[in-house]
């Protein structure tokens, strides 16, 4: 409904009355400048082009553009330093894509060239159909870190250091195994003649088992991982002791913990041949997940994990659509990420039944201060 005319100020302007300010340069003296418009959504809070089923590519673009460190490594120019021949691509059309989510000057960019660059390496990605978010997320991070992969010579093993909790250095390092690569150790007892084994795994995605079919919490799943395991029958372990293969005990702890930990919620059974999706509403904590229970104690000195990033995920498993939601370091909020469309969301909204992939970090994403200028 249009609105009523406002009535004329009873304030003369000029001695020729309050029609007098209008200026034949069409300036008025006595208004202020008007601030350039503000850009379309704030730096980092851009939506993706869907290019023909590539929600799951742009879920987990979002989650990962909305990590600060690697944000900034990229958007910065550091990684031109590292770069190889293989997957250069790749880095290259990932740092230019980043670039432009975070410009804050369009509310939308499109992934193409990105998408182009990794269908080369793997071109199921190349394809219309949908694939799965967590497989696609795996192959970015394994060509982002075969890009930019550094030789470091393997560090020794403290002689002090327990030898269940051993932490192996990785002999290659990059931007990506330094947030996100983690270590398992596994414990290995065989239960005749109890002697111990251990081996070591690296991971950046942890495939956390779901204990139930209705309601349950993450630690609750955190739980299930950790548990300790009895390996029988057919899935016995050949103990070198014995010389046969035994009844194992197999007991899992984190022997290094990544700074961002992101787990896997797996959704999708197959049994028998019957493919189901488990709906199952998990509870997972916005701030101060406590890891402690799960870490090698010679390795208990990182902080609670804060939640950054959510892949959601819709519908079933041949038929879906992906979203994300990502915490702004800049604007200290919540997003909502569903193709082109975004909108900011209370933290409230964050917790649904939908998650798949969760993000989390041990640092502190805050605002930036500026340094004041004397």
């Not at 035994?246 to 007991?251: G, I, R």
Request: hydrophobic content about 30%; glycine content about 2%; charged content about 20%.
């Amino acid at each position: 409904m249009p609105s009523a005319p406002r009535p004329p100020s009873k304030r003369s302007l000029s001695p020729r009355g309050p029609h007098s300010a209008e200026r034949s340069d069409g300036s008025d003296p006595l208004r202020t400048p008007e601030a350039p418009a503000p850009p379309p959504h704030p730096p980092g809070v851009a939506g993706l082009r869907n290019l023909g089923n590539t929600c799951y590519m742009n879920a987990v673009l979002q989650c990962l553009a909305s990590v600060p460190p690697l944000a900034q490594y990229f958007r910065s120019g550091q990684y031109v330093t590292a770069l190889h021949k293989d997957c250069r691509e790749v880095a290259a059309s990932f740092a230019y894509l980043l670039t432009d989510m975070w410009l804050g000057d369009t509310d939308c960019v499109s992934p193409k060239q990105f998408r182009a660059a990794l269908g080369c390496l793997h071109p199921a990605f190349m394809r219309t159909t949908q694939q799965d978010a967590q497989e696609f997320l795996i192959y970015v991070l394994n060509a982002l870190h075969e890009a930019l992969r550094k030789y470091h010579r393997r560090s020794c093993e403290k002689r002090s250091m327990q030898r269940c909790c051993r932490k192996v250095t990785s002999s290659e390092t990059s931007i990506i195994t330094q947030l996100f690569e983690g270590q398992l150790n596994y414990s290995i007892m065989c239960l005749k003649c109890e002697n111990c084994t251990y081996k070591n795994e690296v991971f950046t995605v942890l495939s956390l088992p779901i204990p139930s079919e209705y309601e349950c919490t993450l630690q609750d799943c955190l739980q299930c991982f950790f548990q300790q395991d009895t390996l029988t029958w057919n899935n016995q372990i050949h103990c070198s002791f014995c010389e046969t293969k035994q009844e194992t005990a197999v007991k899992t702890t984190i022997s290094k913990a990544p700074k961002i930990i992101i787990f896997h919620l797996k959704r999708f059974d197959i049994q028998a041949q019957v493919k189901r999706k488990l709906r199952t509403d998990i509870y997972y904590p916005l701030t101060n997940l406590d890891l402690t229970p799960y870490i090698c104690p010679v390795f208990r000195k990182q902080p609670n994990y804060s939640l950054c990033a959510v892949v959601n995920h819709f519908g079933d498993l041949d038929c879906g659509h992906y979203t994300a939601f990502c915490w702004n370091s800049d604007t200290q909020a919540w997003y909502s990420f569903d193709d082109t469309r975004v909108s900011e969301i209370p933290a409230t909204s964050v917790q649904t039944t939908t998650a798949y992939l969760l993000f989390y970090s041990c640092q502190s994403f805050s605002k930036p201060t500026q340094k004041c200028k004397c």
